[in-house]
Structures are given as C-alpha cells and as structure tokens.
T-cell receptor, first 116, second 109 residues
Framework: EAGVTQFPSHSVIEKGQTVTLRCDPI?????LYWYRRVMGKEIKFLLH????????ESGMPNNRFLAERTGGTYSTLKVQPAELEDSGVYFC??????????????FGQGTRLTVV | QKEVEQDPGPLSVPEGAIVSLNCTYS??????FMWYRQYSRKGPELLMY????GNKEDGRFTAQVDKSSKYISLFIRDSQPSDSATYLC?????????FGQGTRLTINP
C-alpha cells in the first residue's frame, strides 16, 4: 500500500516567486493535515481538511498561504509570494475519518522548501 | 513559553545502553501523548501513544506519562544503532498535534 506522497521533495525558489506543494494522502483517508518545520524550531500545525472542507486553518501563517483539496483527494499548498522566512520542511499527514488521528496518522517524507 | 519543551540534544550513547527521553508541557487540555521517530530526510513515524498517566510498554520501548507533573518520558532498552534518529514527543489538542522540538539520538556501536 502506498504511503503519503509529497511532491517535490525539494524546491529552491527566489523570494517573491510562487511555489505549489502537493500531497497525495493514503487512498481512502479523508483527514489530511499540513504541518511545517522551520529551521531550529518544532513541527507546527498549519491546517486540517476533512475531505474537501477546511476544518481548522488556525495555523496558517498569513494570507500568502493557500491550501486546497479539490475533490477530497490530493491537496496543494501554494505560497505566493514566497518570503525568506517560509523556508522549512512542509509535512503532510493523513488518517481515516473517525480515527483518533493520533493513532493512525501517517506522515509523508516532507517537502524541503528553500527561499533565497 | 513553548507549550511543549523538549531538549534537542544531541544525545550520544553506546550500544546496549538505556536511553531516557523526556518532554514537559504546559497545557492541561492535551489528551493523547505520542512519541514519533524520524530518520533523516523522512517523515515522522508513530512509535507509541498513551492516553492516561502510567506506563505503556512495546518491546524495547516504554512510554511514561505523569499528568500531575505534566511530564512524559520514553525509555529505550538495549539500544541499537538502528535506533539512531530524532525522537519527537507530540500531544494532541483537538484534532491537531503539538510537537516538541525533537531530540537527536545517536547510538554508537
């Protein structure tokens, strides 16, 4: 069974450019989460989808970040325009609906974003 | 003050040693307490979770929660070089996880 897949694995962009990160959750997982780890800090929650609906986006840093999950399958996280402080590793996680999340969430390998 | 405090290390021990990893937290609303292991360039992988105060054992790993002190621990017995990784404590708040900074552990053969 395929795990959570994230694309690209690494992206280097210039300040002011746009970047789109993609996450393919495990098939059948309705819960999808985005997390981020910036250099030297802990992994922090960004937002939570249930199917195509945003349940909690309290962790989104500002309106330069836009997450979508059209059709309730894969999700994208767009950063526009990117700033230097957006550099970090972006993780996606998924779990089945009705799970306690903490016991059944699976993380992707992350996308390392470098803004120069 | 961070909600979850974890010493980032690094921590280096010889093979076979008992390893103790710890986190403290400030939010009494945290419901579940987890330990994740993360290898380099990989995503976090759930090792263990507990709900109430007490101990939970799984093979060489023991998770301990003391809610009265807001303190959780992970013990690794008979540590192996393959246990070398970053260990992250995490706590559930509503539907999201709050992570500690992670402790980088190296087991030396």
């Amino acid at each position: 069974e395929a795990g959570v897949t994230q694309f690209p694995s690494h992206s280097v962009i210039e300040k002011g450019q746009t970047v789109t990160l993609r996450c393919d959750p495990i098939s059948g997982h309705d819960n999808l989460y985005w997390y981020r780890r910036v250099m030297g800090k802990e992994i922090k929650f960004l937002l939570h989808f249930v199917k195509e609906s945003k349940q909690d986006e309290s962790g989104m840093p500002n309106n330069r970040f836009l997450a979508e999950r059209t059709g309730g399958t894969y999700s994208t996280l767009k950063v526009q325009p990117a700033e230097l402080e957006d550099s970090g590793v972006y993780f996606c996680a998924s779990s089945p609906l009705g799970s306690t999340m903490n016991t059944e969430a699976f993380f992707g390998q992350g996308t390392r974003l470098t803004v120069v | 003050q961070k909600e979850v405090e974890q010493d980032p290390g690094p921590l280096s021990v010889p093979e076979g040693a008992i390893v103790s990893l710890n986190c403290t937290y400030s939010n009494s609303a945290f419901q579940y307490f987890m330990w994740y292991r993360q290898y380099s360039r990989k995503g976090p992988e759930l090792l263990m979770y507990t709900y109430s105060s007490g101990n939970k054992e799984d093979g060489r790993f023991t998770a301990q929660v003391d809610k009265s002190s807001k303190y959780i621990s992970l013990f690794i017995r008979d540590s192996q070089p393959s246990d070398s990784a970053t260990y992250l404590c995490a706590m559930r708040f509503v539907q999201k996880l709050v992570f500690g900074q992670g402790t980088r552990l190296t087991i030396n053969p």
